[in-house]
């Protein structure tokens, strides 16, 4: 796995339903705006943001990052949410999974909807053995969302809480693409 292995993954990914573009400055507002939701905010491990400077600087240094890469989903041309690469683990050839909604588009299947299309994607196109997600034991809905979609536990860890100031505890989600995938 080289440095720049990411860039295999095109600009731009359309569903059914969804249109799915790499994370640019342009989409800093409408992130913001999502971003700036404790509820979000919460379940993302992030402070919520107070300003779309911030929303700005996490979009720089997503961009900056060769290990990382993030969507912007669009729903009829209404930003609702991201998705993407947190991290690569090169020793282990698996990647870290993260994504958000605004609030109002939670509980409707749309993350599952896309990962479904997603997972598989970047199985082929990156060659991956695996990805992997971190959630909060309080996120139900995140957890029910990667068991359905055949995420096994694997662990849990403790990261610092940027909204809390504190150590808090993430469970390990981890799905193998070595065993035949039922997305």
Do not use: C
Not at 45 to 74: C, G, H, L, W
Not at 77 to 106: D, H, M, R
Request: no cysteine; charged share 25%.
């Amino acid at each position: 796995m080289n440095a720049h292995f990411l860039s295999a993954l095109p600009d731009e990914l359309t569903t059914s339903r969804f249109v799915l573009k790499k994370t640019t400055l342009q989409d800093a507002l409408p992130l913001f705006q999502i971003w700036s939701d404790s509820a979000v905010a919460e379940f993302m491990n992030i402070e919520k943001f107070s300003s779309v400077y911030q929303a700005e600087e996490m979009i720089k240094a997503i961009t900056a990052e060769p290990d990382a890469i993030r969507y912007t989903i669009f729903s009829q041309e209404q930003v609702i949410g991201s998705f993407g690469i947190n991290e690569v683990n090169v020793t282990n050839n698996t990647a870290e999974i993260g994504y958000e909604l605004a609030q109002k588009y939670w509980r409707k299947g749309i993350m599952t909807e896309l990962l479904r299309d997603f997972l598989p994607f970047l199985q082929d196109k990156l060659h991956l053995s695996g990805v992997y997600a971190k959630v909060i034991p309080e996120n139900t809905a995140s957890t029910i969302l990667l068991k359905k979609l055949g995420f096994e536990i694997s662990g849990e860890a403790h990261e610092w809480d940027q909204d809390n100031k504190q150590l808090s505890k993430v469970l390990i989600f981890e799905h193998s693409f070595k065993k035949a995938s039922t997305f």
